[in-house]
């Protein structure tokens, strides 16, 4: 069993729809969530960071972090099409090492 | 410049050739990396540097050497690769070793012929 999930996509929706992207991981020692957004011919960069169970907003991002069913979710609301990507989980733990789910690609049409 | 920046871009290389590969990081982090990224797989962290020191190795093959000569510069020297060694090869630095918050360069594109 890989240590993160990530639903495999891809992803297609329409512009202006709410996008939901989601990992489940295995090991609880597991304590620092992210999300990096990875556009084609780029590397990484990184979007959305947390280390508690609830919610964090940015704009219209939203990263959903539940410790104990070890389950997060990225949330795009008026999702448009400079949001499509390739969106990839990581989860980390306390020495610093993090483990990144396979991605999940998302285009988002006019 | 800013962030971390790598180069080349993009490398086409025969597996008797040898090149490196060259990051570097203007955000003053103490801590670097070296993954490979091929495609449907997930990111592979092959090596980590905290300091100027090689502090993991993840059980990758000989013919990948890095080298760290000051905290902000990162290489990964390549000789006689295979082509299944193909990948965009990413760097990324966080304030410590400790700090899972990274900040990774554009990629090195390889291609091994």
């Known amino acids: 069993q890989k240590e993160v999930e990530q639903d495999p996509g891809p992803l297609s929706v329409p512009e202006g729809a709410i996008v939901s992207l989601n990992c489940t991981y295995s090991?609880?020692?597991?304590?620092?969530f992210m999300w990096y957004r990875q556009y084609s011919r780029k590397g990484p960069e990184l979007l959305m960071y947390t280390y508690s169970s609830g919610n964090k907003e940015d704009g219209r991002f939203t990263a959903q972090v539940d410790k104990s069913s070890k389950y997060i979710s990225l949330f795009i609301r008026d999702s448009q099409p400079s949001d499509s990507a390739t969106y990839l989980c990581?989860?980390?733990?306390?020495?610093?090492?993090?483990?990144f789910g396979d991605g999940t690609t998302l285009t988002v049409k006019p | 410049e800013t962030g971390v920046t790598q180069t080349p871009r993009h490398l086409v290389m025969g597996m008797t050739n040898k090149k490196s590969l060259k990051c570097e990081q203007h955000l003053g982090h103490n801590a670097m990396y070296w993954y490979k990224q091929s495609a449907k797989k997930p990111l592979e962290l092959m090596f980590v540097?905290?300091?100027?020191?090689?502090?993991e190795n993840n059980s990758v093959p000989s013919r990948f050497s890095p080298e760290c000569p000051n905290s902000s510069h990162l290489f990964l020297h390549l000789h006689t690769l295979q082509p299944e060694d193909s990948a965009l090869y990413l760097c990324?630095?966080?304030?410590?070793?400790?700090?899972?918050?990274?900040?990774f360069g554009p990629g090195t594109r390889l291609t091994v012929t």
């Open positions: 540097y905290s300091l100027e020191e090689r502090v």
């Open positions: 090991n609880s020692a597991f304590q620092y």
């Open positions: 990324a630095s966080s304030q410590d070793l400790r700090d899972n918050e990274q900040y």
């Open positions: 990581a989860i980390g733990d306390n020495a610093g090492k993090s483990t």
